[in-house]
């Protein structure tokens, strides 16, 4: 079955940069969506950036628009979240999702996905 699992994460500076990789294996990137999502403690999940692989429509919330980049290899079963400029409010444990079929939610809404990593965590220090 699908499985979705993250890495990349770990500690950098302020002003420094990270790429997390998200590997999903038994899954079919035509019409899909992909979304990257973070939980910081004590806050709600988060919907930081998504793509959609039908039409390649991306999108970023606006606490990280400008500083990351989502992209995917579709080859290579692979997305991407290259992560620069970090700030310490961007510490928390991110989430690579996916889901499968067209979808009855906006992208960076985590109702929108079926399938879940575990999660790698991203910590910025001051």
């Known amino acids: 079955e699908v499985q979705v699992v993250e890495s990349g994460g770990g500690l950098v500076q302020a002003g420094g940069s990270l790429r997390l990789s998200c590997a999903i294996s038994?899954?079919?990137?035509?019409?899909?969506?992909i979304g990257w999502f973070r939980q910081a403690p004590g806050k709600d999940r988060e919907g930081i950036s998504c793509?959609?692989?039908?039409?390649?429509?991306?999108y970023y919330a606006d606490s990280v628009k400008g500083r990351f980049t989502i992209s995917s290899d579709s080859a290579k079963k692979m997305v991407y979240l290259q992560m620069d400029s970090l700030k310490p409010e961007d510490t928390a444990v991110y989430y690579c999702?996916?889901?499968?079929?067209?979808?009855?939610?906006?992208?960076?809404?985590?109702?929108?996905?079926?399938?879940w990593g575990q999660g790698t965590q991203v910590t910025v220090s001051s």
């Open positions: 999702a996916a889901e499968e079929y067209a979808g009855s939610y906006f992208c960076l809404v985590s109702e929108e996905y079926e399938y």
């Open positions: 793509i959609s692989s039908s039409d390649g429509a991306i």
């Open positions: 038994d899954f079919t990137f035509a019409g899909s969506t």
